[in-house]
T-cell receptor, first 117, second 114 residues
């Protein structure tokens, strides 16, 4: 089955130690998104890639970076994690952006739960 | 600007009872509306979506939602709750004709009592 895969499912890091979260997709979708979801809150969009074009949300901290080396993979890098960055990180994909809900429906991976010690 | 409001952060129903989760939207242009479900420590799974075609939308797992423009609502219902429906439910909106991303509501935690 076509799907969105996130590894690892659980990640523990230390305060200030860089960490990378991974997302891959077999849907061959053009758009990949990263969301941060803190406990009992709605997902918050951090940024997205449309193909190779990177789009950062205005309030995403500089501490968060992303890379998309090819269509299938996208990485979330947290350069210096703080205690406030502990959250579930969700990757999602969509076929397109503004072509209508048939193409921009987002499909989510299972998430990576990040703990910062 | 677009937004969604989910009334009731926690809803409890008995097994076999009607499930009603409320969502009201605000959008200056015709919206696209979505309901997602999230089980503990899982990602979001699409339940159903409104795409400006039929106002009554049927989704997976027996859920459906009705788009009511006059009430700016898109409430999620299921006639008979099952224990496996216990999860968090998110309503989301995206304005048509724009490149803006999904805006999520704050979520409703559904508990199903035996």
């Amino acid at each position: 089955d076509a799907m969105v895969i996130q590894n690892p499912r659980y990640q523990v890091t230390q305060f200030g130690k860089p960490v990378t979260l991974s997302c891959s997709q077999t849907l061959n979708h053009n758009v990949m998104y990263w969301y941060q979801q803190k406990s009992s809150q709605a997902p918050k969009l951090l940024f997205h890639y449309y193909d190779k074009d990177f789009n950062n949300e205005a309030d995403t901290p500089d501490n968060f970076q992303s890379r998309r080396p090819n269509t299938s993979f996208c990485f979330l890098d947290i350069r210096s994690p703080g205690l406030g960055d502990a959250a579930m990180y969700l990757c999602a994909t969509s076929e397109g952006l503004a072509g209508g809900p048939g193409t921009d429906t987002q499909y989510f991976g299972p998430g990576t739960r990040l703990t910062v010690l | 600007a677009q937004s969604v409001t989910q009334l009731g952060s926690h809803v409890s129903v008995s097994e076999g009872a009607l499930v009603l989760l409320r969502c009201n939207y605000s959008s200056s242009v015709p919206p696209y509306l979505f309901w997602y479900v999230q089980y503990p420590n899982q990602g979001l799974q699409l339940l159903l979506k409104y795409t400006s075609a039929a106002t009554l939308v049927k989704g997976i797992n027996g859920f459906e939602a009705e788009f009511k423009k006059s009430e700016t609502s898109f409430h999620l219902t299921k006639p008979s709750a099952h224990m496996s429906d216990a999860a968090e439910y998110f309503c989301a909106v995206r304005s048509s004709g724009s490149a803006r991303q999904l805006t999520f509501g704050s979520g409703t935690q559904l508990t199903v009592l035996p």
